[in-house]
């Protein structure tokens, strides 16, 4: 996590970014009576991926097993 709290997408293309956990910090979006992570965007959803992606954190895209996680909860294959 950078300085100041905000949550900071790693743009390095030749380098394998590592996963490390950062914990949400989910806020209430009131027009829209639903709770998203103010680091990430991740909005708050009654599904199983999504209840994967907030217990891995921030970084669950740079997790070894996103992708088979992401194709099993959505029925995505690509």
């Known amino acids: 996590m950078a300085k100041g709290g905000y949550w900071v997408p790693a743009q390095i293309e030749d380098e394998e970014i590592k996963y490390t956990y950062e914990r949400h910090a989910f806020v209430l ?3 829209a009576s639903c709770y998203y992570c103010k680091y990430c965007g991740l909005v708050r959803l009654k599904n199983k991926f999504t209840k994967w992606c907030i217990r891995m954190g921030c970084n669950n895209e740079y997790h070894p097993t996103y992708m088979r996680m992401r194709n099993h ?3 995505r294959r690509k």
């Open 29 to 31: 979006l009131k027009p």
């Open 73 to 75: 909860f959505t029925g």
